[in-house]
């Protein structure tokens, strides 16, 4: 069994651009999953403090 | 005894890859597997890629194929796999801007669920996808490949070349432009492109990175010296989460901005009345519950906005809609139907005076038209006139043509005094002289039998039912 690699021709000039493109829009990417787990955080601590509140009640 | 072996038929536009290719065996398709494609085909379905993307529809199933009996044995063979069929194979260069979209974003989807599984698709051509119906369905289960930390997307170039050049082109100048696809079938060279978009498309973010640099990148780095060294940058997977979600963005901002079609108005726009709209409704669906068997195909030529097809569909037939005008079959493709016939109506772009061919490597890759039939049934209603009259095709070629592609025809015949002839007759008065239904009824009597005639109640026009005549074209040879 041997491996294969690409069948097609890549062309040099487009995997430059797209490791260019990718690094600007990866930081897009990475910027909306930190807001989106800093988001899911906050909204944890809420919860927990809300469902606290509820056990506090006699 | 000696059992007969009988050499497999490849399937003419399957060779690139060497993974494996596709085959046709009795009637069925089947897919090989080479050893050269085992480990990343193992891991696709041990990962559970497949299992994810065939069970939301997003790539056709298939059944593992112990063994063929009767084929020769082939040592580069690791195992056959049995494709579930596509009713109609159609090509890009036949799709609608929806169609190419739906599919540009289906290659984007699977992409991004190919990461999530440890796999990358090595290559992006639109001929990977297939439509049942208005449903994208992604066909080469080879595509495939384990992701390796820092390799880049080889199918990044063709992904533009086959999808996001074309759309773009598409907006910015006409939709007819995705025809020339035909002649661009391994994608339009994007050096090209970029010098077609007006200058305003470089305001598009989007295309302004994959039109734009990613061509003068191409030019700047695509001439390779002799003897220099083969370097390449690495793409983490965060850089590639981000070229795939801006390709996503890309297409999903390309939209058309609204044209009138040529007959898109057909229907609220004829000297029909209700009545004989009703009318001629009725006659055809009586015509499709004649035919025996069951019409399991049926080719709706000049298919409009598919109220006909419906029919035909609503009868369990799996109907290709066709049409000249591609924003005809764009209304065709986003009209809302219910989920049962969705499936059941493909819309295609065809122009029967110039029917797609049969393209690439010894005409092989891509098949005619007419190659991808017989259809069981053929409707051409509200047709004649345009191929006799805007063509000036003699009856005689078109029941010749007709009868090459199916084995029914239900056609509608159009008298000269049908205000859509008068618009085509004009500046033409003395010609057509001929165009009479005595020599419609004698040149399609050549090719074919008359099962039923009926007048269209409330309109001068006739619906003709006729069978082909088994001399004149051997369908099932």
Redesign the interface.
């Known amino acids: 069994m041997s491996l294969l690699f690409s069948y097609l021709d890549a062309g040099t000039g487009s995997i430059v651009i797209q490791s260019l493109i990718g690094i600007v829009a990866g930081i897009g990417v990475f910027g909306r999953k930190f807001l989106a787990s800093f988001g899911h955080r906050i909204r944890g601590m809420f919860s927990r403090a809300d469902s606290g509140n509820h056990s506090d009640k006699p | 005894m000696k059992r007969r072996v009988s050499q497999p038929d490849h399937d003419g536009g399957s060779f ?4 494996g290719f596709i085959f046709m065996h009795r009637g069925a398709v089947y897919r090989q597997i080479n ?6 085909y193992d891991f696709f379905i041990k990962s559970g890629l497949y299992g994810k993307l065939a069970g939301e529809g997003l790539l056709v199933a298939h059944e593992d194929i112990k063994s063929l009996n009767d084929i020769p044995s082939d040592e580069q063979r690791y195992k056959l796999i049995r494709p579930a069929p596509i009713p109609f194979i159609s090509y890009p260069y036949e799709w609608t801007f929806s169609q190419l979209k739906d599919a540009a974003l289906l290659t984007l989807q699977i992409q991004r669920t190919a990461l999530s599984f440890g796999m990358i698709l ?2 992006a051509s639109a001929y990977n996808v297939q439509f049942i119906g208005r449903r994208p369905v992604f066909i080469d289960s080879l595509s495939f ?1 384990i992701y390796k930390a820092g390799a ?7 992904f ?1 070349e086959h999808f996001v050049a074309p759309l773009a082109l598409a907006v910015y100048s006409s939709p007819d432009i995705l025809k020339t696809l035909r002649a661009y079938i391994d994608g339009m060279p994007l050096l090209a492109v970029r010098d077609l978009l007006p200058t305003r498309a470089k305001l598009h973010k989007g295309l302004l ?2 039109i734009y ?2 061509a003068a ?6 001439r ?1 010296e002799p003897g220099a060294a ?1 370097k ?5 997977r ?6 795939i ?2 390709l996503t963005k890309t297409v999903n901002r390309l939209d058309l901005p609204k044209q009138k079609t040529e007959w898109g108005d057909y229907y609220n726009d004829t000297n029909y009345s209700q009545s004989a709209l009703t009318a001629k409704k009725k006659i055809v669906k009586k015509y499709l519950e004649k035919i025996s068997p069951k019409p399991k195909i049926v080719w709706d030529l000049g298919a409009n906005d598919g109220t006909f097809s419906e029919i035909a569909a609503g009868l369990g037939s799996y109907v290709v809609a066709s049409d000249v005008d591609s924003l005809a079959v764009e209304l065709n493709y986003t009209k809302n139907r219910s989920l049962v016939l969705r499936d059941m109506i493909l819309p295609i772009i065809q122009d029967l005076a110039n029917p797609s061919p049969a393209l690439g490597w010894a005409h092989a890759e891509r098949r005619s038209f007419e190659q991808r039939g017989p259809a069981d049934a053929v409707m051409a209603l509200a047709l004649i006139h345009h191929l006799a009259i805007s063509n000036t095709l003699p009856f005689n070629k078109i029941a010749e043509y007709f009868a090459q592609l199916g084995k029914y025809l239900i056609i509608e015949f159009i008298p000269k005094s049908d205000s859509k002839i008068q618009i085509l007759l004009h500046r033409r008065v003395n010609m057509f002289e001929d165009y009479t239904q005595e020599n419609f009824e004698a040149a399609f009597g050549i090719y074919f039998t008359t099962v039923a005639r009926e007048p269209v109640r409330g309109s001068k026009r006739v619906i003709y039912l006729f069978k082909v005549k088994p001399t004149k074209i051997a369908h099932d040879k």
């Open positions: 690139r890859d060497p993974a050893r050269s494609g085992q480990a990343d090595k290559d490949r880049p997307w080889d199918g990044y170039k063709q533009c990175a994959h640099l990613h990148s191409q030019k700047r780095y695509d390779v083969a390449q940058p690495k793409i983490s965060l850089a590639l989460e981000g070229l979600s801006s």
